[in-house]
């Protein structure tokens, strides 16, 4: 009997940690604890790039102190060049210093923040990593010029394996591409920005549509657009097919909101939009709603999740969705409810894995629950208890019961 209550609650435990699927690192209060590294964390909040390393399940970022900050702030780039080149400081990967110490042939290349959202052009966006001689680890973007004095480890500040790692390096990393002038938001091709960022077929459906200067004319008096992943539309290919010309141009349109919304605006603020569709008593309007820090966008018919930021520049704000939004106005309430889907988080995974940087075999030691690292893990969790581990302590949690169900049966 008592076997059967412990098995109880350890199955409960399990549940419990597994519920908690929103991110469990908050990096604005990882760096806050260091003060050395206030300027780093401050353009990290100011470019948004904060947002999009919570977000994120695996990611190394590479902090600069103050004094190297102003180095680089004496350059007087304007704050989206400077959003370029910090994203070239955020690995899709993880590398704590242990790891950074076992690079397998002593050099990998990974793909940065930078190349993942789609700013950088070819291999610029990939940052070299050296295990080099005397225990020094070197990192330089693929593209950089390489007179400069290369950026090198000099410490680890927090480490969450395998989900974050936040280390300081030397200077800051650049390169020519990350440095480049930015267009400004309203000089930009709204269609083309998306194709390039995993939106092709929703441009080339607007394009088609012909409803993209819709889009584009609505940039300077504030727009929001939610596009669709591409994965999401190819399953929906068959449903638009089927709309007359005018349906297709008002499901276009209705993934666009005539307002400027940052995603931190999102975030706090619940309720009715109007789109580019809202047509007098047509009112082809859905409901933000904040899910922990995801959020959801909910018509009658379905949910979609904001999986990603393309754009997010006062006044155009691109956010990539996971699900085509069917608004009432065309579409029947749902059919029998699909399965639950996998979590975004994977998919964003994944999409980072793929984006290179994976070529040194290196899962040999990748993510996995060796236990050296659950304890690890667990002596975080006393240091703060706010942070929720999810993975490794409810694989854990979950292999117990399950040890404990064969025991009683
Ligand atoms: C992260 O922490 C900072 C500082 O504690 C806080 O202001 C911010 O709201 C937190 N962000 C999230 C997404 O919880
Ligand atoms: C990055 O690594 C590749 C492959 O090892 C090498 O060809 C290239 O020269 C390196 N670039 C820099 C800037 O170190
Ligand atoms: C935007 O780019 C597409 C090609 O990517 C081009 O066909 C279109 O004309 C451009 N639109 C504007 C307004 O420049
Ligand atoms: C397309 O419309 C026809 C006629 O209304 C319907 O029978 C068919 O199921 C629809 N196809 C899809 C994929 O919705």
Do not use: W
Not at 107 to 129: K, M, P
Not at 134 to 147: H, I, L, N
Not at 284 to 301: A, P, R, S, Y
């Amino acid at each position: 009997m008592e076997l059967r209550i412990s098995f109880l609650l350890l199955a409960a435990a399990a549940a419990a940690l597994s519920s908690t699927t929103t991110n469990a690192h908050n990096i604005t209060r990882m760096l806050a604890k260091h003060p050395s590294f206030s300027t780093f964390n401050h353009y990290l909040t100011v470019t948004h790039l904060a947002g999009e390393i919570n977000r994120r399940r695996t990611i190394t970022v590479c902090a600069v102190d103050n004094a190297g900050m102003s180095d680089l702030l004496a350059k007087h780039y304007p704050l989206p060049t400077l959003k370029n080149i910090l994203s070239l400081h955020i690995f899709a990967d993880y590398f704590g210093a242990k790891k950074l110490h076992q690079i397998t042939k002593g050099s990998t290349t990974t793909s940065s923040l930078f190349q993942a959202t789609g700013e950088a052009a070819g291999t610029s966006g990939y940052v070299n990593i050296t295990d080099m001689k005397g225990g020094k680890v070197g990192f330089a973007p693929v593209d950089s010029d390489s007179d400069g004095p290369m950026a090198t480890f000099v410490k680890s500040l927090e480490e969450l394996p395998y989900d974050i790692a936040v280390i300081q390096i030397s200077n800051t990393l650049t390169s020519p591409e990350a440095e480049a002038p930015t267009a400004a938001p309203t000089d930009l091709n709204v269609t083309s920005l998306m194709a390039k960022q995993g939106c092709q077929t929703f441009s080339d459906m607007i394009v088609s549509q012909g409803v993209q200067s819709t889009f584009s004319d609505s940039v300077q008096g504030g727009l929001t657009i939610f596009c669709p992943s591409d994965e999401a539309l190819d399953d929906f290919r068959p449903r638009y097919k089927n709309l007359t010309a005018d349906g297709k141009s008002s499901l276009l349109l209705y993934h666009g909101v005539p307002v400027y919304n940052s995603l931190g605006m999102l975030r706090s603020s619940n309720g009715l939009m109007n789109t580019l569709a809202t047509e007098g008593t047509k009112k082809f309007d859905f409901t933000v709603q904040n899910d922990g820090d995801d959020v959801k966008l909910k018509t009658k018919i379905v949910t979609a999740t904001i999986t990603g930021t393309l754009i997010d520049e006062d006044p155009l704000a691109v956010f990539k969705i996971d699900e085509v939004l069917l608004p009432k106005e065309l579409f029947k309430a749902a059919p029998p409810a699909p399965a639950p889907k996998p979590a975004p988080k994977s998919k964003s995974k994944s999409k980072g894995a793929a984006a290179g940087g994976d070529e040194d075999g290196e899962e040999a030691d990748g993510p996995g629950p060796a236990s050296d690292d659950l304890a690890a893990a667990d002596e975080d969790d006393s240091n703060d208890g706010e942070r929720v581990r999810t993975g490794g302590v409810a694989a854990l949690c979950f292999s117990l019961a399950l040890g404990f169900l064969a025991y009683i049966c």
